[in-house]
């Protein structure tokens, strides 16, 4: 006999497409890739919460932005994502992408496939919960129906849309899924439970929702953004300026920043400047280039300037951080 609330593989049959490589660690499954000689890793820990309901804690680490995608399509099934560290980006088989940032929460219907899940800092938190609709209507209408959750009407309204940012950095849901981080520490599942019926009387409260499709995001757009930051990067040296990329890749100058923002959680130029001290960091430690050329490389007039910028992130001048002490 299983411990309570403990997923087998069983339960995912209808999450996941191929279990082949998911390997069991404790209270983990870990899904193992490999790339081109890299290896990333994607953890999850799944609970059986109550008929047709699993939450999954989501735990991804790795040198890779994205994830092969093999999460089912089912029209009995929708999702309820929330990002609690990091940033999450997927494109749909609509064209459009979507992306998620801390507190961000967000709906979707498992009869879109999600295509690329992408994670731009490589690293991502989070939770998400599964539904399967047939249990629910058959097993946990009328339990719902005590606490003013019609099943029904819920599944009606969820099956009309695909992939929806409800909140952004709502207090209510932030505090809802801190509950549930607390008591998953505790191994409280029945407290759990009852946090995802709170969160699905919010969603029921169409009040509440804040549909809208400028949240999502042309695949066209979206590219063209990757390719900005990438040509960035690669001529860091360089000062480009907003106008050039806008005339370079053919996309207006607010396109760039707010789309930009919106897949990396920062501006062009602040998330740039991180990057650059970045790059500073690992030539300090990790090569011969004398501190003038590592300036010179990241695209700073003198060592003066590059200095000051390096000591205002890192506390320490770059000779001092090169020494390792």
């Not at 409280?188 to 029921?204: Q, R, T």
Request: proline fraction near 2%; charged fraction near 30%.
């Amino acid at each position: 006999m299983r411990e309570k609330n403990v997923c087998n593989l069983m339960d995912l049959n209808f999450i996941f497409t191929d279990k082949s490589n998911l390997v069991k660690d404790g209270d983990y499954y870990c899904k193992f890739y490999e790339e081109n000689q890299d290896e990333y890793i994607y953890r999850v820990q799944p609970y059986l919460l109550m008929p047709g309901i699993i939450i999954f804690f989501i735990d991804y680490l790795c040198n890779k932005e994205y994830i092969k995608s093999e999460i089912k399509r089912s029209d009995d099934f929708f999702a309820i994502h929330y990002c609690r560290k990091g940033r999450y980006e997927c494109e749909l088989e609509n064209g459009y992408s979507i992306f998620m940032g801390p507190g961000d929460f967000a709906i979707h219907n498992m009869k879109y496939k999600v295509l690329n899940p992408y994670f731009s800092e490589r690293k991502y938190e989070g939770i998400s919960v599964y539904f399967d609709t047939k249990r629910m209507e058959k097993d946990l209408n009328n339990f719902f129906k005590v606490l003013g959750i019609d099943t029904f009407e819920l599944i009606k309204y969820l099956k009309k849309i695909d992939l929806t940012l409800v909140e952004r950095g709502n207090e209510f849901v932030e505090g809802i899924f801190d509950d549930i981080y607390k008591y998953k520490q505790n191994n409280m599942m029945e407290s759990i439970s009852l946090k995802i019926i709170e969160l699905l009387f919010f969603i029921s409260n169409k009040k509440t929702l804040h549909y809208s499709k400028n949240d999502y995001i042309p695949q066209t757009q979206r590219l063209k953004i990757k390719s900005i930051k990438d040509y960035l990067t690669e001529n860091l040296s360089q000062h480009i300026k907003i106008k050039e990329l806008s005339l370079r890749f053919n996309i207006k100058e607010n396109k760039i920043q707010n789309i930009f923002k919106e897949i990396y959680g920062q501006t062009v130029y602040s998330y740039i400047k991180e990057y650059k001290m970045t790059k500073a960091a690992y030539y300090l430690r990790n090569s011969e280039f004398n501190i003038s050329s590592i300036a010179s490389k990241l695209g700073y007039i003198n060592s003066s300037k590059f200095s000051a910028a390096f000591k205002s992130k890192y506390g320490v001048t770059p000779s001092f951080y090169r020494k390792g002490i």
